[in-house]
């Protein structure tokens, strides 16, 4: 069950599950349009945002990035729950 915590809503059923997906950088995000996705693997926070563009779109945090492209910068991202596979 999720639960709100200072605009962030928080998921704790996937709170440190290592897990793939196709997502954005918030730099990505922050684009108008829809965000350019990548794939990425590392562990998912159980954070997660909805989307004020795309209401049905969840945006679930990402950290501990083990596969980025490696011009990639940032340590952390966020993932659209649609494209995550978890891999435990």
């Keep these: 069950m999720a639960s709100e915590h200072t605009g962030i809503l928080i ?12 997502g954005a950088t918030p730099e ?16 998912l926070t159980g954070e997660y945002r909805l989307d004020p563009r795309w209401n049905a779109r969840k ?22 729950w649609g494209e995550i596979w978890l891999l435990e």
């Design 59 to 80: 945006w679930y945090k990402m950290v501990d990035l083990t596969d980025a492209p490696p011009d990639l910068d940032d340590e952390e991202l966020w993932c659209d």
């Design 28 to 43: 990505m995000l922050a684009v108008p349009g829809p965000p350019s996705e990548v794939r990425f693997e590392g562990t």
């Design 11 to 22: 998921d704790p059923e996937v709170a440190g599950k290592r897990a793939e997906c196709y």
